[in-house]
Nanobody, 124 residues
C-alpha cells in the first residue's frame, strides 16, 4: 500500500508560481510511474502531467505544456510539480497518483494509489 501526501498548494495571483510536492511512503518509489491530476470546481478530474519510473519520460496536458514541469527525486521518494505563469483556470484541487507498471498514463483509472489532494487557487 502506497501512501501519498501532497503539499505546497495555496493562493497565488495570476502570473505567479507554486511548487507542489508529493511524498510517497513506499521505499520502492522507483517502481511507480507518477502523475498529477486536478479537479476544478464542478468539473471532473483531469490529467495534468506524468513522469515515468526512471524520470526519463514525461507527458503533459496541452493546457499546461510549457508552464508546468513534473520531476521526481528518488532519494526523497518525492515527485514535484513546478507551476509557472499560473492562470485563474488552473484553480483546482491537485492530486498526486502512483501507477504500477512500466509505462506512463493519462487516464485516472490507470493509477493505483491517490493522495488526498491540495488546493490551488489562482486569483485574477
Amino acid at each position: 500500500q502506497v501512501q501519498l501526501v501532497e503539499s505546497g498548494g495555496g493562493l497565488v495571483q495570476a502570473g505567479g508560481s507554486l511548487r507542489l510536492s508529493c511524498a510517497a511512503s513506499e521505499r520502492t518509489f522507483s517502481n511507480y510511474a507518477m502523475g498529477w491530476f486536478r479537479q476544478p470546481p464542478g468539473k471532473e478530474r483531469e490529467f495534468v502531467a506524468t513522469v515515468s519510473r526512471g524520470g526519463g519520460s514525461t507527458s503533459y496536458a496541452d493546457s499546461v505544456k510549457g508552464r508546468f514541469t513534473i520531476s521526481r527525486e528518488h532519494a526523497k521518494n518525492t515527485v514535484f510539480l513546478q507551476m509557472n505563469s499560473l492562470k485563474p483556470e488552473d484553480t483546482a484541487v491537485y492530486y498526486c497518483a502512483a501507477r504500477r507498471g512500466t509505462t506512463i498514463a493519462r487516464i485516472p483509472s490507470e493509477y493505483d494509489y491517490w493522495g488526498q489532494g491540495t488546493q490551488v487557487t489562482v486569483s485574477s
